[in-house]
């Protein structure tokens, strides 16, 4: 079974500073990843994917994610945030063979300050 | 412009009713889903479908149901809802045909049993 872990559930930061979000899954085949957005009263909203080929994806609003075979891992990044940034950011893996669903991390709550 | 719509934002429902949470595409996609979404626990599958007529279980299934009579409608079912089924509930459709599976949300039902 996969499982996905964000290991921040709340990340403060000031506006203009870089910000990192930590993802990390176990899967014991090739997967799809994934980080998708919400912005408050909202759905989700997808920021990029990770499918083959370059381990670095860039998505929208200047967000990018590297992801580390090795590690596991698919950490989400972004050099200078804005105060729009404020949302919820959630991780997910796809299920492999199963590639039509997905599993989800926790979530983080990212409140930009000014 | 892709779209998921919910037939709800918000909904307040008594102890033991039977409450229907309606979900409509317009994409033409074969897979739906619904999710709820607790804090901490990011989103977790309830139940999804691969085509009319078929559904599958997914991790917390209990205690609801689902209707695809229609490729574009997907209908969660409460059949007696009970106060720890107050929560935010997602659809979401995809396609085989997306690279990836990349779904896509709708805004949600904030649904509170009392």
């Known amino acids: 079974a996969q499982s996905v872990t964000q290991l921040d559930s709340q990340v403060p930061v000031f506006e203009e500073a870089p910000v990192e979000l930590r993802c990390n899954y176990s899967s014991s085949v090739s997967v799809y990843l994934f980080w998708y957005v919400q912005y408050p009263n909202q759905g989700l909203q997808l920021l990029l994917k990770y499918l083959s080929g370059s381990t670095l994806v860039k998505g929208i609003n200047g967000f990018e994610a590297e992801f580390n075979k090795s590690q596991t891992s698919f950490h989400l990044r972004k050099p200078s945030v804005h105060i729009s940034d404020t949302a919820e950011y959630f991780c997910?893996?796809?299920?492999?063979?199963?590639?039509?669903?997905?599993?989800f991390g926790g979530g983080t709550r990212v409140l930009v300050k000014p | 412009d892709v779209k998921v719509t919910q037939s709800s934002r918000y909904l307040v429902k008594r102890t033991g009713e039977k409450v229907f949470l309606e979900c409509v595409q317009d994409?033409?996609?074969?897979?739906m889903f619904w999710y709820r979404q607790d804090p901490g626990l990011g989103l977790r599958l309830i139940y999804f479908s691969y085509d009319v007529k078929m559904k599958e279980k997914g991790d917390i299934p209990e205690g609801y149901s689902v209707s695809r009579e229609k490729k574009e409608r997907f209908s969660l079912i409460l059949e007696s809802a009970s106060t720890n089924q107050t929560s935010m509930y997602l659809c979401?459709?995809?396609?085989?045909?997306?690279?990836?599976?990349?779904?896509?949300f709708g805004p949600g039902t904030r649904l509170t049993v009392t």
């Open positions: 997910a893996v796809s299920r492999g063979a199963a590639g039509n669903k997905l599993t």
């Open positions: 994409m033409d996609h074969e897979n």
């Open positions: 979401a459709s995809s396609s085989p045909r997306l690279a990836g599976y990349e779904q896509y």
